[in-house]
């Protein structure tokens, strides 16, 4: 098969390697992102052999030896154990992403949870996610496995580093086995707090200005966004606009968290508009005699 000239070989010994992705399958599985034998991950070792977990292994307890090696039409070519039932996954994102060298798959509660919700992922609230992530889509749902499945990916993985899978979990992708691991915990801590600032009543998001500095350093930094390529004028920057017009053919809808506020309103005009009216102040000390009278004519007894 033509091989992609934009793929470079690594340099890295093999059997580092195999070190590295066993280490990763133990950090999944200590902080609960794997349970049993869920996950998998995997790392290009050139142009057309792909180093990568082996199926009915749990994840936390690999040893190197355990890992296979398939082309990149998801045939296997070494390794004693079978290779991931899920490698097409993997296979497909490096395909579409040559700058790609790893990735991992696997269920973080908290993320996963949005997943099965199919909730959006509120934008414009924490620096690191903004710098780091930027919008998060929503894949629709297909059953595991297949070819099917993978291509599910294919609308988002030019535009982000970490997706989430409906009804399943999350795959993030980049350059090192580490890196790609990184976008999955960050993904699922924010999606936690997200969830323990709701329970506390609300979420603020950042201010239009805040978030342009933000993407600015994001930019200075190296780092793509869409937002940035479509340009600040253009969309609602904080209104999961990247991705929002795949919402229906994903079955996503905002549920649990409200839209955040317009970001192009006119300062002005929000200054002038009337402010909400406090309700009235409870008078107890009146709304307890008022109780105690009823009672006590219940009663047929006389209030003290």
């Given at each position: 098969m033509a091989t992609n000239p934009a793929v470079k070989?690594?340099?890295?010994?093999?059997?580092?390697?195999?070190?590295?992705?066993?280490?990763?399958?133990?950090?999944?599985?200590?902080?609960?992102?794997?349970?049993?034998?869920?996950?998998?991950?995997?790392?290009?070792l050139g142009p057309n052999e792909v180093l990568c977990t082996p199926t009915m292994v749990s994840k936390g307890f690999m040893k190197p030896s355990d890992l296979c090696i398939v082309d990149m039409e998801g045939n296997?070519?070494?390794?004693?154990?079978?290779?991931s039932s899920e490698i097409l996954l993997h296979l497909t994102i490096m395909k579409e992403r040559p700058d790609v060298n790893s990735v991992v798959h696997c269920h973080p509660p908290h993320a996963t949870a949005f997943a099965v919700a199919r909730e959006p992922i509120p934008q414009c609230v924490l620096p690191e996610v903004e710098v780091f992530l930027g919008?998060?889509?929503?894949?629709?749902?297909?059953?595991?496995?297949?070819?099917?499945?993978?291509?599910t990916v294919k609308p988002y993985v030019k535009t982000a580093?970490?997706?989430?899978?409906?009804?399943?979990?999350?795959?993030?992708f980049g350059e090192t086995v580490e890196k790609a691991y990184w976008w999955t915990e960050?993904?699922?801590?924010?999606?936690?707090?997200?969830?323990?600032?709701?329970?506390?009543?609300?979420?603020?998001?950042?201010?239009?200005?805040?978030?342009?500095?933000?993407?600015?350093?994001?930019q200075k930094w190296g780092y793509s966004d869409p937002r940035l390529d479509k340009g600040m004028e253009n969309c609602?920057?904080?209104?999961?606009?990247?991705?929002?017009?795949?919402?229906g053919n994903a079955g996503v809808t905002r549920k649990?968290?409200?839209?955040?506020?317009?970001?192009?309103?006119?300062?002005?005009r929000a200054a002038a508009a009337p402010a909400a009216v406090a309700p009235p102040a409870i008078d107890y000390d009146v709304l307890v005699k008022a109780v105690t009278e009823q009672v006590c004519r219940e009663l047929g007894i006389g209030a003290a």
């Open positions: 070989t690594t340099t890295k010994p093999l059997s580092k390697l195999k070190e590295e992705i066993c280490d990763i399958g133990r950090r999944i599985y200590n902080k609960g992102f794997a349970a049993g034998n869920d996950g998998n991950i995997s790392f290009r296997q070519i070494a390794g004693e154990r079978k290779r919008d998060i889509p929503i894949t629709k749902y297909e059953t595991p496995g297949g070819q099917k499945f993978a291509d580093n970490v997706l989430i899978l409906a009804n399943h979990g999350t795959v993030s960050i993904l699922d801590a924010y999606c936690r707090i997200l969830m323990l600032s709701r329970d506390l009543g609300r979420v603020t998001y950042l201010t239009k200005q805040e978030t342009k500095e933000l993407l600015d350093l994001k609602d920057i904080c209104a999961n606009d990247v991705f929002r017009s795949s919402w649990a968290f409200d839209a955040p506020p317009p970001m192009g309103a006119d300062p002005q």
